[in-house]
């Protein structure tokens, strides 16, 4: 197996490029042009098309013939003959995934189920009561009240690989958060089969909706409902670029989570770090994807190098090698930096979805890093502890999105309403500067609303 890492001196113009290309990783995603997506989108639609333009087709389709747009794409798409009956996974599957389960991964799943459970209470807000401001009238009080949305939308990847902790991660923050209707979503087997794990989970979990129905079409769908599957008000969960891309097209339509789409890892660590470690976390990221990105940023050329060859070795052996050196050799750089300092804003720049700390005192430099899905303190702090078990939803942003969204937690399913209760006395202490600003933005009816209730 080749050497697939490169190694690159931080300021070389080198990493310069590659720095470039990972920032702009989501707009080069978009520009696929493969000769596999080629002739896929032309057998599809007759000629190649962009991402987007796929993505809106299928969209537009699916909005406008509901179910029958649905079926055609699941049949030409993911091969499966999907019908009014079939697409709706029935609860005698589900219980029969759950018997299948293996005993010890059930005891996994329920333990993982747990934990997420545990840590989203401890996030849940309460509700701020009406108060007044310090600065203010007493009469004049202000508070908030949180509450759930009613029906959300939640899409489990499938495809390479099957998912049934995706299941836990999304669903758990919104079942604390109380959401009381849960529609899931996930590619089935061209015969209709899915993943015992996912359905075991789903059974775990209580969920009893769920759809054979994957990609695209499957967004669509939610965010515009069917005859067969009603719409959502928000859809949450990661997927390929193609769900990445549909979810932001939706976006008005329904909510959306966040724009989560193929994995991507960086790891910050010091010369005293463990070489095999970091290279197992790096396979780790690419096994999920081709598209996947895996990164190390270290001031330390002897360890950015023992990486490499480790990252090389442990490759030869992973069942998955294929997915994973390509992830490599598109998307895999050990950068090498001057000093921790322009480490650190070398990570701060790229915005990782995971941010692993393989260093001294890692608490002292997570306080410096402001732009990450999740960081992992420490080198037992592995990604795939996130992934499963720690608590944190592993839904989080990537695409360098992290510098303005967050993962999935219970407040992705929360919405705050503003309270404003006043009395005469308040009113009037206030009324003067309302209809001074009324009358400044010509609202006349505005200024009138107010001066009604002392009779001017």
């Not at 997506?37 to 190649?48: D, I, Q, S, T």
């Not at 203010?136 to 202000?142: A, I, Y």
């Not at 836990?168 to 529609?183: H, K, S, T």
Request: aromatic share 6%.
């Amino acid at each position: 197996m080749p050497t697939l890492l490169k190694v690159l001196d931080a300021g070389s113009p080198a990493a310069q490029r590659a720095l470039a290309r990972l920032h702009g990783r989501l707009g080069a995603m978009e520009r696929l042009d493969s000769a596999p997506y080629r002739a896929r989108v032309k057998a599809l639609f007759g000629k190649v098309l962009p991402p987007d333009r796929v993505v809106a087709r299928i969209l537009a389709d699916v909005r406008a013939r509901g179910d029958k747009a649905l079926f055609s794409y699941a049949k030409r798409i993911d091969g499966f003959r999907a019908n009014a009956r079939t697409l709706k996974v029935s609860r005698a599957e589900i219980r029969a995934g759950y018997r299948r389960t293996p005993p010890a991964v059930r005891k996994a799943l329920g333990l993982a189920a747990h934990r997420i459970a545990d840590y989203q209470s401890r996030l849940m807000p309460k509700n701020l009561a009406p108060a007044a401001a310090r600065s203010g009238p007493p009469g004049v009080k202000c508070g908030l009240a949180w509450s759930p949305i009613t029906r959300a939308g939640l899409y489990v990847p499938g495809g390479t690989a099957a998912y049934p902790s995706s299941v836990l991660m999304n669903a758990v923050p919104a079942i604390v958060a109380g959401v009381r209707e849960l529609a899931l979503a996930t590619p089935s087997a061209p015969d209709g089969k899915l993943n015992d794990g996912v359905l075991c989970a789903c059974e775990i979990l209580g969920l009893t909706e769920l759809y054979r129905m994957g990609g695209t079409q499957a967004i669509g769908a939610l965010a515009f409902g069917t005859k067969t599957v009603r719409r959502v008000e928000k859809i949450a969960g990661p997927g390929n670029l193609f769900v990445m891309l549909a979810k932001r097209a939706v976006f008005g339509h329904v909510d959306i989570d966040m724009l989560a789409g193929p994995s991507e890892v960086l790891v910050l660590a010091d010369g005293n770090a463990r070489a095999d470690w970091i290279a197992a976390d790096l396979l780790a990221q690419a096994e999920h994807d081709p598209l996947a990105s895996c990164v190390l940023v270290t001031p330390s050329r002897a360890l950015a190098q023992r990486v490499q060859k480790e990252a090389a070795a442990q490759l030869k052996t992973l069942p998955r090698r294929t997915i994973a050196a390509a992830s490599l050799r598109d998307w895999g750089l050990a950068l090498v930096t001057r000093n921790m300092n322009e480490a650190v804003a070398v990570s701060n720049g790229l915005a990782p979805e995971h941010l692993e700390i393989h260093a001294r005192n890692p608490r002292a430099l997570a306080k410096r890093l402001h732009t990450a899905g999740a960081i992992f303190l420490g080198p037992h702090a592995t990604e795939p502890l996130g992934d499963y078990v720690a608590g944190p939803s592993h839904t989080l942003p990537t695409g360098g999105t992290a510098r303005a969204f967050s993962g999935i937690s219970v407040y992705t399913f929360l919405r705050r309403t503003s309270w404003i209760e006043a009395d005469a006395k308040g009113l009037r202490a206030l009324g003067g500067a309302i209809e001074t600003l009324a009358e400044t933005e010509g609202l006349e009816a505005h200024r009138r609303a107010t001066a009604i209730r002392f009779g001017r």
